[in-house]
């Protein structure tokens, strides 16, 4: 069974600018879900989504931070304009209908505001 | 507010020891407690989990303890391997509708020395 799969690995960008990520979640999971993880700290969620649908965005800086999951498989984050606070790796995860809480991650994006 | 709290950073067992990781929390509303191991440049992976209506629950060398009068659970590795070692994450969720929102602490650097 194929993982969560995210991309880029890293990326490295100045203030200001704007960056996106991109996760394709396991096959079939309907639940995705969005963390940001700063160092030192655990996973805070950004947001989740049920299919195409917004389940909990509460935590997401909806001023610079926006993202979508068309067709309800693959899901785009994008921050613009990035701060300097928004350097951490950006975690996606996934979770099948019966599986409470048992999420499933990808390898994050390494995200570097300079 | 951090409603769930690793407050030993790192701990640091020799191979063959038990290995045991604290996770306190202050919401009485969580009622599902999991644990997620990850290793440096990858994702959390799901360890073991209990419910609340339980007080142990075992995988092989894993044991959890909820100990919900003290609002306190804890992760025991025996015994410990080189292998183990890693950053543990404590999480704790609570249904909200038909949702459910998982909240992570901090995180804990475990070290088994060979």
């Known amino acids: 069974e194929a993982g969560v799969a995210q991309s880029p690995r890293y990326k490295i960008i100045e203030k200001r600018q704007s960056v996106a990520f991109w996760c394709n979640p396991i096959?079939?999971?309907?639940?995705l879900y969005w963390y940001q993880q700063i160092l030192g700290q655990g996973p805070k969620l950004l947001i989740q989504?049920?299919?195409?649908?917004?389940?909990?965005d509460s935590q997401l800086p909806k001023d610079r931070f926006s993202a979508e999951r068309l067709k309800g498989v693959d899901s785009t984050l994008k921050i613009q304009p990035a701060k300097l606070e928004d350097s951490a790796v950006y975690l996606c995860?996934?979770?099948?209908?019966?599986?409470?809480?048992?999420?499933?991650f990808g390898s994050g994006t390494q995200l570097s505001v300079l | 507010d951090q409603q769930v709290k690793q407050n030993s950073p790192s701990l640091s067992v020799q191979e063959g020891r038990i290995s045991i990781l604290n996770c306190d929390y202050t919401?009485?509303?969580?009622?599902?407690f999991l644990w997620y191991k990850k290793y440096p440049a990858e994702g959390p992976t799901f360890l073991i989990s209990?419910?609340?209506?339980?007080d142990k629950n075992e995988d092989g060398r894993f044991t959890v303890f909820l100990n919900k009068s003290a609002k306190h659970l804890s992760l025991h590795i025996v015994p410990s391997q080189p292998g183990d070692s890693a950053v543990y994450f404590c999480?704790?969720?609570?249904?909200?509708?038909?949702?459910?929102?998982?909240?992570f602490g901090k995180g804990i650097t475990l070290s088994v020395r060979p």
């Open positions: 999480a704790a969720s609570r249904r909200t509708g038909a949702n459910s929102k998982l909240t």
């Open positions: 995860a996934s979770r099948s209908a019966g599986g409470r809480e048992k999420l499933f």
């Open positions: 919401n009485s509303m969580f009622d599902y």
């Open positions: 989504f049920q299919n195409n649908g917004v389940v909990d």
């Open positions: 096959s079939g999971h309907a639940t």
């Open positions: 209990i419910s609340s209506i339980k």
